[in-house]
């Protein structure tokens, strides 16, 4: 598993923002998928998460409503459209891939996922 997000930047609050992570191996459909983010001098929290098969989706609080995970299995993709961005949003997110036992677990807890990418950062200006 190789993962690379892009499409962080820098927004205004309220604006949106699309992340997008690609995974170049050859099961990317065995794996739960997970959106973290760090913002300096802060631990990595848990955004979003991702069942192989989509059928579980799971949120922080933080950003439930305004923020939605999506994959595409043949594109070996997981994306994180990011609405209505706050200041507080800013941080450097990154993906990860776990191993789940079956198709429909999300995990939140950074340990269990096995594999990250490198992070993107996104920078929302008041």
């Known amino acids: 598993v190789q993962l690379q997000a892009s499409g962080g930047g820098l927004v205004q609050a309220g604006g949106s923002l699309r992340l997008s992570c690609a995974d170049s191996?050859?099961?990317?459909?065995?794996?739960?998928m997970g959106w973290f983010r760090q913002a300096p001098g802060k631990e990595r929290e848990f955004v979003a998460a991702?069942?192989?098969?989509?059928?579980?989706?799971y949120y922080a609080d933080s950003v439930k409503g305004r923020f939605t995970i999506s994959r595409d299995n043949v594109k070996n993709t997981v994306d994180l459209q990011m609405n209505s961005l706050r200041p507080e949003d800013t941080a450097v997110y990154s993906c990860?891939?776990?191993?789940?036992?079956?198709?429909?677990?999300?995990?939140?807890?950074?340990?269990?996922?096995?594999?990250w990418g490198q992070g993107t950062q996104v920078t929302v200006s008041s």
């Open positions: 990860a891939a776990g191993t789940v036992s079956n198709t429909i677990a999300v995990y939140t807890a950074p340990t269990r996922y096995q594999y």
């Open positions: 191996g050859r099961i990317f459909s065995s794996y739960a």
């Open positions: 991702i069942s192989r098969n989509s059928g579980s989706k």
